[in-house]
Nanobody
Framework: DVQLQASGGGLVQAGGSLRLSCATS????????IAWFRQTPGKEREGISC????????FYVDSVKGRFTISSESANNTVYLQMDSLKPEDTAVYYC???????????????WGQGTQVTVSS
């Protein structure tokens, strides 16, 4: 079975950092893209970053460029999202998702992990 396990969320002050992890199993890691989405109440899930493990290409939404870094460790089938210079508007539930290619829409992704809450205080 395909499984994705997101972790690393928490409460941090504005300007601080967190690193999210997405541990995966049940599929050929190097053949898949892993994306991070976030969602706040009443809003659609927003794609913020993606890494294509087959070619190493990475993508970021403009609002996180220069502050977030996505990376992949194939030895343990895990993708990370390093989040620096956090802002209160980054507060959301963060999800990781897997599909054979990167995309910005949640509808494109078949496999999902559970969310991890990130709260940034001002």
């Amino acid at each position: 079975d395909v499984q994705l396990q997101a972790s690393g969320g928490g409460l941090v002050q504005a300007g601080g950092s967190l690193r999210l992890s997405c541990a995966t199993s049940g599929f050929t890691f190097d053949d898949y893209a892993i994306a991070w989405f976030r969602q706040t109440p009443g809003k659609e899930r927003e794609g913020i970053s993606c890494i294509n493990n087959s070619n190493g290409k990475t993508f970021y939404v403009d609002s996180v460029k220069g502050r977030f870094t996505i990376s992949s460790e194939s030895a343990n089938n895990t993708v990370y999202l390093q989040m620096d210079s956090l802002k209160p508007e980054d507060t959301a539930v963060y999800y990781c998702a897997a599909e054979t290619a990167c995309g910005s829409s949640a509808y494109l992704f078949e496999y999902w992990g559970q969310g991890t809450q990130v709260t940034v205080s001002s």
